[in-house]
Structures are given as C-alpha cells and as structure tokens.
C-alpha cells in the first residue's frame, strides 16, 4: 500500500505526491502548477492547533480521510516537528534535502 506523504513547507503542510521544499528553485515549478503535485495544503488554522501539537497531526489526518498513522508519513525541517508527528503515530523523518528524501523512497519502494 502506498503511504500517505506529508510535508511542511514554510508554515504549511501539504499532502503531496512528490515534495521539494522549494519547488521552483529545484524543478522550475510555479505555485500554478503545484496541484500536479500536492492534493492538499492545510494550515494551523484550518486544523484548530499548531505543530508540535500531537492534536495538530490528529487533526490533520482527521481532515484527510483518517489515514493509517503508521502508513502516514511526514516530513519537517524542525525536529521539534518530528517529535510531535511520531508522538501522534506518525512515521517522522527530519527533512535535510531532497537527495535524502529521494534514498528513502527507494528504500521504501515507494
């Protein structure tokens, strides 16, 4: 089963099909052309919490369809954020670049 991606990307998180952290700058791709690659964007205020708050991921997941926690995985360049995602039963990993983000995907066989 393919896990559900999640991405914090500047103060949002985004449920996404593929994710670099600056888009534009690593594919050329412009903020018109990001639902080619992101089936949601979601803010604190939409999920009544803020990161590192497990009740934000509860709430997030909540609002995506109540996905597996442990097929669900996010991603964060704070590690404050990864330890609140892992305390909601997020698979977390702390987001460096997308090389490491690409090694794991193979290693997931995603």
Not at 56 to 66: A, D, M, S, V
Not at 69 to 81: E, L, R, V
Request: charged share 25%; hydrophobic share 35%.
């Amino acid at each position: 089963m393919k896990p559900t991606l999640l991405f914090d990307a500047d103060g949002v998180v985004i449920n996404a099909k593929i994710f670099s952290k600056h888009l534009e700058d690593d594919f050329g791709i412009t903020q018109e052309q990001t639902s080619e690659f992101f089936t949601g964007v979601f803010s604190s205020a939409d999920l009544g919490s803020k990161k590192p708050a497990a009740k934000f991921y509860e709430n997030l997941l909540k609002l995506i369809g109540n996905p597996n926690p442990s097929n669900t995985w996010f991603f964060d360049d704070t590690p404050k954020n990864i330890t609140g995602a892992r305390a909601a039963g997020l698979n977390a990993e702390h987001y460096t670049d997308f090389q490491t983000y690409e090694k794991l995907v193979e290693k997931e066989g995603w």
